[in-house]
Nanobody
């Protein structure tokens, strides 16, 4: 089993940057592809990005391409999401999640494919 904990959220003006981090417990972190999702009240979770087990492959939602960068450090059992050029529509509760699926791939953008979830960290972008 894996426990995940996000951090780094906050309030930022449009055009600004935030760096989200996710710390994982356990010895098998490298056995999981890691994804980031976001959610606003009343809507389903939305896929943002995913990184493969070794960190050699990444995949981004169209809304994140060119602005967000996902990375991981298996030695430290962490995954990060660097968010640049933030827009008000990026405002959401951001979750990290772990999946046994060999990501990236289309199936890795579905939240039901993920086994473990963090508690979320709030990102608010003002205009």
């Amino acid at each position: 089993q894996v426990q995940l904990a996000e951090s780094g959220g906050g309030l930022v003006q449009a055009g600004g940057s935030l760096r989200l981090s996710c710390a994982a417990s356990g010895r098998t972190f490298s056995s999981y592809a890691m994804g980031w999702f976001r959610q606003v009240p009343g809507k389903e979770r939305e896929f943002v990005s995913v990184i493969s087990r070794r960190g050699t492959s990444t995949y981004y939602a169209n809304s994140a391409k060119g602005r967000f960068t996902i990375s991981r450090d298996n030695a430290k059992s962490t995954v990060t999401l660097q968010m640049d050029s933030l827009k008000p529509e990026d405002t959401a509760l951001y979750y990290c999640a772990a999946t046994r699926i060999d990501c990236p791939g289309y199936g890795c953008s579905r939240d039901r494919g993920y086994d473990y979830w963090g508690q979320g960290t709030q990102v608010s972008v003002s205009s």
